[in-house]
């Protein structure tokens, strides 16, 4: 699985790869260096492979290179930074 970063400004998306194949996509916005995990899609067909994961586990490696606070505003962004809380405490925003 190989994962490919794409920014726009302040948007931007995380798309996931099996072969040439895209199986998943998140889209995110980026203000004042606070990340925005707005959605995340796996494609029919892929759900239950740890893709959706991956895709989060992607965007956060990119907001702590960055140097970026997240806000997970997806559910299944806010459930996977539930079971990381401790990982991931210092670069969530408040109530998260």
């Given at each position: 699985m190989?994962t490919?970063i794409i920014r726009?400004?302040d948007?931007g998306?995380?798309q996931?790869?099996?072969?040439?194949v895209q199986?998943?996509?998140?889209?995110f916005?980026?203000?004042?260096?606070l990340?925005?995990i707005e959605?995340?899609?796996?494609?029919?067909?892929f759900?239950?492979k740890?893709?959706d994961?991956?895709?989060?586990q992607?965007?956060?490696?990119?907001a702590?290179h960055?140097?970026?606070?997240?806000?997970?505003?997806?559910?299944?962004?806010q459930?996977w930074?539930k079971?990381?809380?401790k990982?991931?405490k210092?670069?969530?925003?408040?109530?998260e």
């Amino acid at each position: 699985m190989k994962t490919k970063i794409i920014r726009n400004n302040d948007r931007g998306e995380v798309q996931a790869y099996e072969g040439e194949v895209q199986v998943g996509q998140i889209n995110f916005n980026i203000t004042d260096s606070l990340l925005s995990i707005e959605h995340t899609k796996v494609i029919k067909g892929f759900e239950k492979k740890g893709i959706d994961g991956i895709l989060v586990q992607s965007a956060t490696d990119y907001a702590v290179h960055h140097k970026l606070k997240i806000k997970p505003v997806c559910s299944y962004a806010q459930l996977w930074y539930k079971h990381h809380k401790k990982q991931y405490k210092s670069i969530l925003t408040k109530g998260e």
